[in-house]
């Protein structure tokens, strides 16, 4: 970076430098997320709601896996806030419970849907890093994560611990007593830190893939690092304007693999797990027929992967590779001559739907 471009994004850059420390935020919240847990599996409710917007949504999608995996009785839906309020309203009763994430707690179809999940006799949680904030009225239970203001208005460590904290509940719910998140947390900071180190590298393959003429991005990835891919993607869209899209990893054969040209670069996250292999073949197959790739995986490094975290959870393991596209995101945008905290049309609350 040259002297001009240092304050460029220097907030953003800031926030995201701050994941270690919003990781040992949510270790902090343990006996809270615990408390939550409880009361969630002592509602006994019949269907559980997980919804937000924007980035938020995407969190509360990876919050959910562990449950849609392992509580196959549970009727788990996750849904933007928007659609439950246009399709699925008349659906909420005394027998759900929502679990909304939303950084400022201020957003206005997260509001609603808490408010009228309420009249109608829902539970409701909030995970969220604003310490006061208008859904408090709504809740049964206000999980504030006491990470520090985001100075940027672009997501980056409130996803990662809001996401976190999200995780924390589910997996303690699946896991029961045999989970020792205490380590886990230990393993993802690890990660964190190191990766953090290592991000000149980082920006400099973000800024050779302007050199090379990338303008578009595919992210793709399976299970838990699917709303990871969705997250990547909105994040590049937001902050350098370029064309980015997620598909769920193997989709990519079905038809979309007609447009890779030079331009475009397919980004894959591999995390070990349930899809490793059948990921691993695709990004074989991408990189004998010339294709740009970048994989992410914490199995079979080499030159064109970058580490993902090892922890006893692929939902962990998929998170951390956020951090790494944040990274990649603001490498690409500076080097874009565009400031990433000053995103164009992107508003840090929407108050209005
Ligand atoms: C949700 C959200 C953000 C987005 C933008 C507008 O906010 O969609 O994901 O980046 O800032 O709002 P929130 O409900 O998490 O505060």
Known sequence: MNSASRVVGEKTLQDIMEIPKSIDAVRENF????????????????????????????????ISIPLQIHRPKLNVRVLPSSEILMYLIN?????????????????AETLEVMKRGRERGTYNV????????ESIKYADEYLYINVGVERGIVMTKSFYSM????????????????????????????????MIEKRSAIFRLAENYINMGINRFVVLG????????????????????????????????????????KNVLVVIINQDGKSYSYV????????????????????????????LSRTSYEELDALSAILLLQLITYGYTVASGLDIDSPRRLVRVVTRY
């Open 280 to 307: 691993y073949k695709l990004y074989e197959e991408l990189r004998n027929i010339g294709a740009n790739v970048l994989r992410l995986s914490n199995k079979d490094l080499d030159e064109d992967t970058l580490p």
């Open 126 to 133: 909030i995970i969220t890093i604003s310490e006061k904030s």
């Open 91 to 107: 659906t909420l009763s005394e027998e759900c419970c929502i679990v909304a994430i939303s950084r400022s707690g201020e957003t």
């Open 163 to 194: 996401s976190l904290a999200g995780l924390v509940i589910t997996l303690n719910m699946v896991a029961g007593k045999s989970s020792n998140m205490d380590s886990e947390l230990d393993k993802l900071k690890e990660h964190a830190i190191s």
């Open 222 to 261: 399976s299970g838990p690092s699917y709303p990871i891919a969705l997250e990547a993607s909105l994040k590049l869209k937001e902050a350098s304007y370029v064309a980015a899209e997620a598909m769920h990893a193997l989709e990519f054969r079905h038809g979309p693999i007609a447009t890779l040209d």
């Open 31 to 62: 006996d809270s997320l615990k408390e939550v847990t409880t009361s969630i599996v002592n509602r006994n409710c019949r269907c559980l709601y997980f919804t937000g917007c924007g980035s938020s949504y995407y969190s509360a999608m990876l």
